[in-house]
């Protein structure tokens, strides 16, 4: 059994002030700490993606071993179409935690993605912090993450570049977090001219690009606007799960606008099940849709490719069972594919394709609703 890592402090008090390479730091601890011991999950609004299930095939002719979870993302073969979330780094403890995310996500043939690398950027040392290919040889997809408003902060493509490159991540995931910013005691929250400064760093990378919410999802306006750009795929991170309002409103001042202000807007944003809609219809079919905020089980990633995602990214439950032991993040990770498999196997499914194209029909109606919302061409 591998030592837990549950926090001992009280995050509230934690980093206040001006952002500084330390303040970074102790920040990085402090949203761990809150997302393992406060009530983070954004209020009221679900995913969305609870409306609907499978018709049950009694028949389904199949083997449940012959099913096939694999997938492609980002030219990357994955075992199953799951992804770690992105998280952490930048702390000791950051680093621990992302080595056992990482030798998880290669024991099971997933992909992962990194927290922002913006400490590293800022300061060298805290690189190995981040590095996980050490103790993952193998993992199939690494994905390099950088805060897409730190391109108004000084922050370089060349600097993305060498982030990405440092960890020897295959894909470089911009996080737009216009909401967690304006909570955030300190946050950056100057996203003017993002469009174009991104559609520069982008062309300027070695590797393809990503973008990504963080947890209040990407809209029609937004996904119009970074469908325009060279962007490989987007991460939904709707509303319905980790709700970062709602985790800054904690680090903000007891008294101040910010906390209370994160407390009302925790559940403001896109519900993941309408994002994916959103941002298949935006990409169309040659681009990728990672679907995340409030996936939790097999059941929300079967709908959710159903729905237009190629894969499903969980982000907390996963920093919560890998803080308790190896064992326990592996077991929910075998937890996860398993439910996926039995879904797949009882839905008549073979593969990723065949659960894609399989109708969706709403929970206690035994008919498939018509269409699949989100599936096809834009
Ligand atoms: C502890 C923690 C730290 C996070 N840090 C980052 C980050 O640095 N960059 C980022 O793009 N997303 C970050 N996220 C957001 C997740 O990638 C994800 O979009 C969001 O939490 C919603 O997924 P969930 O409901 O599965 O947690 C973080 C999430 C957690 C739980």
């Known amino acids: 059994m591998t030592a837990s890592f549950i926090a001992t402090g009280s995050p509230h008090a934690l980093n206040r002030g001006v952002s500084s390479d330390h303040e970074l730091e102790r920040r990085k601890d402090a949203h761990i700490d809150l997302c393992l011991n406060e009530d983070v999950g954004s209020p009221g609004l679900a995913t969305g993606l609870g409306g609907y299930t499978f018709e049950y095939d009694a028949l389904p002719e199949l083997s449940l071993g012959d099913v096939d979870l694999s ?8 075992s199953a179409p799951i992804v770690i979330g992105a998280m952490t780094g930048g702390t000791e403890r950051a680093r621990e935690l992302n080595r056992r995310l990482a030798k998880a ?3 099971h043939g997933l992909g992962m993605a990194l927290g922002s690398q913006r400490a590293m950027i800022s300061k060298a040392e805290l690189t190995r912090t981040f590095v996980v290919k050490d103790v993952a040889p193998d993992l199939p997809l690494l994905f390099a993450n950088v805060g897409a408003v730190q391109l108004n902060y000084g922050v370089t493509a060349k600097d993305v570049e ?4 440092d960890v020897g991540a295959d894909v470089v995931n911009f996080h ?3 909401l967690q910013e304006a909570i955030q005691p300190e946050g950056d929250t100057n996203f003017t001219g993002l469009t174009n400064k991104l559609r520069d760093a982008i062309a ?4 393809p690009a990503f973008a990504k919410e963080v947890g209040a999802g990407i809209g029609a306006r937004a996904a119009k606007k970074l469908a325009s750009l060279p962007l490989a795929g987007l991460e939904t991170a709707g509303v319905g799960g980790t709700s970062w309002a709602k985790v800054e409103s904690f680090r903000a001042p007891d008294e101040s606008p910010q906390a209370e202000v994160g407390r009302r807007l925790a559940g403001f944003g896109i519900p993941t099940a309408r994002s994916i809609a959103i941002c298949r219809k935006a990409l169309g079919p040659n681009r990728a849709v990672v679907a995340s905020g409030g996936i939790r089980t097999g059941m929300d990633i079967a709908v959710a490719l159903a729905l237009g995602a190629d894969v499903g990214a969980l982000a907390r439950p996963l920093l919560e069972a890998a803080n308790q032991s190896e064992e326990l993040l592996s077991r929910a990770i075998e937890t996860l594919i398993y439910e996926l498999k039995v879904i797949c196997f009882c839905a008549g499914a073979k593969d990723i394709a065949s659960l894609k194209a399989t109708p969706l029909v709403a929970p206690g109606q035994p008919f498939a609703l018509d269409p699949n919302p989100g599936r096809g061409t834009p």
């Open 176 to 178: 737009l977090n216009a």
């Open 105 to 107: 996500a290669e024991a």
């Open 71 to 78: 997938v492609t993302l980002a030219g990357k073969k994955l």
């Open 162 to 165: 060498r982030a990405a490159k």
């Open 204 to 207: 300027a990378l070695s590797v």
